[in-house]
Nanobody, 115 residues
């Protein structure tokens, strides 16, 4: 069973920063590709970034240069550093872990950016 727990969401003013964390087991952390997605009200879930077990990364164009995904080996977390936040970044942010046909999602954390 793939269990993930997101944390770090909250309310921030436009231009501010937040750091989200996705906690998982050591096995998931070591062997799964972990990604961040978000879903705004009335919109489809949107891919943001992923990081491989080896540290390779990929970003959606919409967040490239503002968001950074990274691995914290001491905590078994995958973090998403979000800078220069905009009101349109307001959404529920989810982490996803996948390997082969095994996949799981966290429960999500709310990020609200005020103008």
């Amino acid at each position: 069973q793939v269990q993930l727990v997101e944390s770090g969401g909250g309310l921030v003013q436009a231009g501010g920063s937040l750091r989200l964390s996705c906690a998982s087991s050591a096995t998931i952390y070591s062997f799964y590709v972990i990604a961040w997605y978000r879903q705004a009200p009335g919109k489809q879930r949107e891919f943001l970034a992923f990081i491989t077990p080896g540290g390779g990364t990929n970003y959606a164009d919409s967040v490239k240069g503002r968001f950074t995904i990274s691995r914290d080996n001491a905590k078994n977390t995958v973090d998403l550093q979000m800078n220069s936040l905009k009101p349109e970044d307001t959404a529920v942010y989810f982490c996803n872990a996948k390997t082969g046909r095994l996949e799981g999602w966290g429960q999500g954390t709310q990020v609200t950016v005020s103008s």
